[in-house]
Nanobody
C-alpha cells in the first residue's frame, strides 16, 4: 500500500508560480514511476508530467512544457511539480500518482497508475 499526500496548491495570479509537493509512504518509493495529473471542472483528468524511477527521464504534456518541472527525491520519498508562468487554463485539482510494475520509464496512461493522492486545488486568477 502507498499513501500519497499533496500540498502546495493555492491561489496565484496569472504569470505567477506555485510549487506542488507530494509525500509518499508505504511501498518502496524508488520502485515507482511518478506522475502529476490534473482535472478541471467539467473536464476529464489529464496527464501533466511524469518522471522515471531514477528521476533521469521526464515527460510533459505539450500544454505545460517549458513552464512546469517535475522532480523527485528518492531519499525523502517526495516528488515535486514546479509550475511557472501559470495561466488561467492551468486551474484544476492536481493529483500525484504512483505507478508500480509498468515497464515504461515514464508512465503517461492514467490506467497504469496504482495509487493516487487526494488532490490539491490550484486556482489561477486572470
Amino acid at each position: 500500500q502507498v499513501q500519497l499526500v499533496e500540498s502546495g496548491g493555492g491561489l496565484v495570479q496569472a504569470g505567477g508560480s506555485l510549487r506542488l509537493s507530494c509525500a509518499a509512504s508505504g511501498r518502496t518509493f524508488g520502485s515507482a514511476a511518478m506522475g502529476w495529473f490534473r482535472q478541471a471542472p467539467g473536464k476529464e483528468r489529464e496527464f501533466v508530467a511524469g518522471i522515471s524511477r531514477s528521476g533521469y527521464t521526464t515527460k510533459y504534456a505539450d500544454s505545460v512544457k517549458d513552464r512546469f518541472t517535475i522532480s523527485r527525491d528518492n531519499a525523502k520519498n517526495a516528488v515535486t511539480l514546479q509550475m511557472n508562468s501559470l495561466k488561467p487554463e492551468d486551474m484544476a485539482v492536481y493529483y500525484c500518482a504512483a505507478s508500480f510494475g509498468v515497464a515504461a520509464m515514464v508512465v503517461v496512461g492514467e490506467r497504469d497508475y496504482n495509487y493516487w493522492g487526494q488532490g490539491t486545488q490550484v486556482t489561477v486568477s486572470s
